[in-house]
């Protein structure tokens, strides 16, 4: 699947599903900037791109704060021009037992997961509408679909994703931009080591019960985004494309 001459934004591209993701687009020929909170791996990510021939940088950018993406996106259209792919995937998770969910922690996930979303996708679409083409990516979650027992933040901010990403589909749709969410399951990542504790999530337990015996690969879901990036994916907007080894089948 060439992606030749386009630009990718990768939020959370310094790990995790972002690295692969970045690293997969790159290998089918798109420019990849990298756009996350962890300046040391990002710049690291990012230089490894180039040294294999990629246009790629890295910026710090939280993608809460609206400055912050504005400058980003300066730098990509300085150094690598006009973007035509998003991957909305910067995200954080959250195990806290709902009688104990502050307002703040509340704020800060649906800052991260959801509002980013807006922010992130409002920046980046002029190029895409002037272009008459452009890839909107945003990776949800299998928990906003079946639901997840100390994580109402988190799944209710994932949630909210895909319902955003079914309404600015409609609303792009005849504009030559397509508008699409990809739900993982539970995916070897440093989010998903992290959360292996107490209260969080085991994930030997996840790969014994999980229909294939084993967590998602980062480049399970990175596969999924070139996918949906790609000139063959053209007709599918709103769409949500599962990709969780069987966890959840809607
Ligand atoms: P990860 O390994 O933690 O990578 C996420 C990256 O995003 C990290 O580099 C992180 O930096 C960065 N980041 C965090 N907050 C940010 C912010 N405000 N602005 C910019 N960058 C930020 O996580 P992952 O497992 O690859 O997850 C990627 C996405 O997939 C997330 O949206 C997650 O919710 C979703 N997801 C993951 C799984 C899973 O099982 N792994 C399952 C379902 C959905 P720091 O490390 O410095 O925080």
Redesign the pocket.
């Known amino acids: 699947m060439s992606l030749v001459g386009k630009n990718a934004v990768v939020?959370?591209?310094?790990?995790?599903?972002?690295?692969a993701t970045s690293q997969r687009l790159a290998r089918d020929g798109a420019g990849v900037a990298i756009?996350?909170?962890?300046e040391a791996?990002?710049q690291r990510a990012a230089a490894e791109l180039v040294t294999k021939g990629v246009r790629a940088i890295a910026c710090r950018?939280?993608?809460?704060q609206r400055v912050q993406i504005n400058a980003g996106l300066e730098r990509v259209h300085a150094e690598l021009g006009p973007v035509q792919i998003l991957i909305n995937?910067?995200?954080?998770?959250d195990f806290t037992p709902f009688l104990e969910v502050t307002e703040e922690g509340w704020d800060r996930v649906m800052s991260?997961?959801l509002k980013?979303m807006l922010l992130c996708t409002q920046a980046v679409v002029p190029d895409m509408l002037a272009a008459g083409w452009g890839r909107v990516i945003n990776?949800?979650?299998?928990?906003a679909q079946a639901g997840s027992a100390r994580m109402t933040a988190?799944a209710a901010s994932?949630g909210g994703v895909i319902a955003f990403t079914k309404s600015l589909a409609l609303e792009l749709a005849a504009t030559g931009v397509t508008v699409n969410n990809v739900?993982?399951?539970?995916?070897?990542?440093?989010?998903?080591r992290?959360s292996d504790r107490p209260g969080g999530i085991n994930v030997a337990g996840v790969a014994a019960t999980s229909p294939m015996k084993r967590?998602?690969r980062?480049e399970d879901?990175a596969a999924a985004c070139a996918f949906l990036a790609s000139e063959d994916a053209g007709y599918i907007t709103g769409h949500t494309l599962s990709v969780n080894g069987g966890r959840y089948i809607a």
């Open positions: 939020t959370g591209g310094a790990s995790g599903i972002g690295l756009w996350d909170v962890n791996d990002a950018v939280d993608v809460s995937n910067a995200g954080i998770t991260v997961n980013s990776i949800s979650s299998s928990s988190y994932k739900p993982p399951g539970f995916v070897d990542t440093p989010m998903l992290s967590p998602g980062p879901i």
